[in-house]
């Protein structure tokens, strides 16, 4: 059928206009085409990334930082990718934080008796042995609790913001503590910092300000916070036992776990990915982070099971200790500060390995483009956002030094249902998504190593 | 502007169209508009029905049947009927079970220590002072244990059905310990019956077969059942101990409460609505059910202050016992057998007052065409729905002696993420949705207790 002449016009406006609109192919894409959609493909045809977290989360349980079944992790790991290999898997020592949290509850005393659901915020300190009984002042927000500073002294303050969103809301869970000891308080109860709750407090690490008294911190379950609130709305005096053997025992030693496949022309360049290998001491840290070193590991496999040999070395790095200390993150910075110059990229998945939208990258726009170019590889699964700003706690010591960063980004509506619960478990993910995030890892961290241009430094682009 | 000739008769046939398709108005809905009206406007200008729901399960927590809090609660709201100046508001006695929980836990054993997140199922017995020991038996269904009967013996059984939904995934809640117990296992398990988790188990009430041994019975978080399920998937050999205090008292003596404004032509002729006072030991029961029995309370409440005299009487109860052995209901119409034949209609909530749809109706064919001509009136807040088939496990028993029966239904999406968990509290529910609700219930109650025609009885109508 031959279509009538304005039908004609408009369709090759509307094709002019498309064109227009979509990225132009450039040598970049065009070169590693192939290979994306190879490695996009054998990354989705099974779930050996899922079935990996599952072991390793149901078989190790937990990993605080200073715990048996974090180092037992670890060796599993490394005699995984012994297995796998790579050129080369080793682990490297780090002196890590030992926080251990020992028995702990809180009970409502008045106005009636009732147990609290609750988890002492990483780093506290404990109470004394037969707890801190104590009136509780509710407050919504700092500025509440500087207004009402005089209400606070001897009482356990509880910060009742709602979320608004993780860095809003965090600022009570970091700060809360040493704020409410300047006031005189003798503990501080948090809102937990989520956006649903069964019941289900979260835990996370709390930073004392060391020119006052550390007291010790806790956050209830969302419901619980908000039901003392509204006891004291109503005139109710609120009394609570607060009782915590949370402690910091010596540090202990620690290990970063690393695995690479060899660059062939360039092996001194490294472009490095990763996520924590250690996780708070509730659920299984499958979301947080187990999901993120795994995906990182297993899209190393699927560069090295599809033969690829990228010009420059690709390193896998699973980070101790983000949780309490960030101490892998700055250990392998100074472990590897002599190659920092000859880090290309580093990238970090922390975010989940849900749905993957992409990365947010921090990099100077040469670099931006770049990456851009990269990431259109990705637009067959929906990854190919590419957006500015981003990174991770563990890469941020490098990144101080220069080299450009990227954080995986993912569709993270339930991410905060679940982080630093007991609820982060393996199947709040889901094998077809995390198959996606080891795809779009491989791609990014495949490509960037082996493109004939090394991808430029320089001044970060700032989000507008 | 004059419409051109086509476009005016496509205009006027749309709007012989439009009204063909709508509610014909009725001499019921038109003469009770303006009472809806009102009632619906009032209902909406303010919060009491939440607060009401607030102080009450924030006051007194989970209200089991034989618990303090429980008979605390109907004293309460006793004391608070009385000044609501209804003509009457009373209690009357029922008794019933006395099931007390104790303490309890499971733990893994084998293939690696860790707490299991748990609940006593309601009614069951305990287990030895030491706890069943013994290695896990997981199967998907009923029809897998029967293929695996052999193995059962000695052993504890999980049942690890994911959910489908209520009606299909709580048998394994109620027959799972006795079908168990059938092929010689010591006690059982059950994957929680929720559609959503965050770590958070799910009680509720089994009934042992009294040809079988009584074996203990509890529900895993759904984490935990599929983790032990992964487990036994991977040829590992899981073992876990059971322990729980669970045990029957003598029957306790229980109240259902009632409060009624009398009829003004008909007192004899009762239209009856409510929900449970009591609730599973968790949480605070202010979904379940707390919030259908206030919002009934609300409803009368309402009717009372717009001054609204309806020809027959409107009772509100609080039926007790409704979680694990339905004697309020059963007392109710025991209590009452004699004026039975007088209940004109009995409304039940018991699936939570989120955003109100309509009613399910159990009712003859003449008495649907009247629900459903009242319905119109619920419009303006979208509660207009009146499906066939419904009711309540409270009004069950008097709807099988003719009662016409109707059940409120609502947005029920999140109902099954917090029902028999730690998680069910206020906070689940929106002031101005449970304001709907009273409005719902109060307009359905009001127009049927004053409308000039009795609500016909016969045969139900059936699904179709």
Not at 54 to 76: K, M, N, P, Q
Not at 82 to 100: L, M, S
Not at 165 to 178: D, M
Request: hydrophobic share 45%; charged share 25%; with cysteine.
């Amino acid at each position: 059928m031959t279509p009538k002449l304005p039908a004609l016009v408009c369709a090759l406006v509307a094709l002019a206009a498309s064109g227009a609109a979509a990225q132009t192919p450039t040598p970049i894409a065009d070169r590693y085409r192939e290979a994306a959609t190879r490695i996009i493909q054998t990354a989705q045809a099974d779930s050996a990334a899922w079935d990996r977290i599952a072991t390793l989360t149901d078989t190790y349980g937990h990993r605080l930082s200073g715990s048996r079944a974090l180092e037992d992790a670890i060796d599993w790991m490394l005699a995984q990718m012994q297995r796998d290999g790579f050129d080369r898997a080793w682990t490297e020592p780090v002196k890590i934080p030992h926080w251990v949290r020992g028995q702990e509850s809180a009970e409502l005393v008045s106005p009636r008796r009732a147990k609290l659901h609750m988890l002492g915020l990483g780093m506290s300190v404990g109470t004394p042995k037969n707890g801190i009984t104590a009136p509780v002042l509710v407050v919504k927000s700092f500025d509440e609790l500087t207004a009402r500073a005089a209400e606070a002294k001897g009482k356990i303050v509880l910060f009742n913001e709602p979320w608004v969103n993780y860095g809003a809301t965090v600022r009570y869970r970091t700060g809360g503590a040493s704020a409410a000891a300047k006031v005189g308080a003798r503990a501080v109860l948090i809102r937990s910092v989520a956006a649903t709750s069964i019941r289900s407090p979260h835990t996370g690490t709390l930073v004392y300000d060391t020119t006052v008294a550390k007291i010790p911190a806790a956050a209830l379950s969302t419901e619980d916070a908000d039901m003392l609130a509204r006891m004291a709305a109503r005139g109710q005096a609120v009394v609570v036992t607060l009782k915590m053997e949370a402690r910091q025992l010596p540090d202990a030693d620690g290990r970063n776990i690393l695995a690479e496949i060899r660059g062939s022309e360039h092996p001194e360049e490294v472009v490095v990915l990763g996520g924590h290998i250690d996780s708070w001491d509730v659920g299984t840290g499958a979301m947080d982070d187990a999901g993120g070193v795994v995906a990182s590991w297993e899209a190393l496999r699927l560069i090295q099971r599809l033969g690829l040999k990228p010009r420059r070395t690709i390193r896998v790095v699973g980070w101790t200790n983000e949780e309490n200390g960030t101490r892998g993150g700055t250990g392998y910075r100074d472990a590897h500060r002599a190659e920092v110059d000859n880090h290309i990229l580093a990238i970090e998945s922390d975010g989940g390995v849900f749905a993957p939208k992409g990365f947010g990258a921090t990099a100077s726009p040469a670099a931006i483009e770049m990456l851009r170019e990269i990431s259109t590889l990705l637009a067959p699964i929906g990854a190919d956002d590419l957006s500015i700003g981003g990174g991770g706690a563990d890469i941020g010591p490098i990144m101080q030094l220069g080299v450009p960063g990227l954080g995986l980004s993912v569709e993270g509506e339930r991410y905060f249902w679940y982080h630093h619960s007991e609820g982060d478990m393996v199947d709040k993910l889901d094998p077809a998504e995390v198959a996606k995030c080891v795809a779009t890892l491989a791609v990014m961290a495949y490509v960037v190593a082996d493109m004939p241009d090394r991808l430029p430094r320089g001044e970060p682009m700032r989000r507008q």
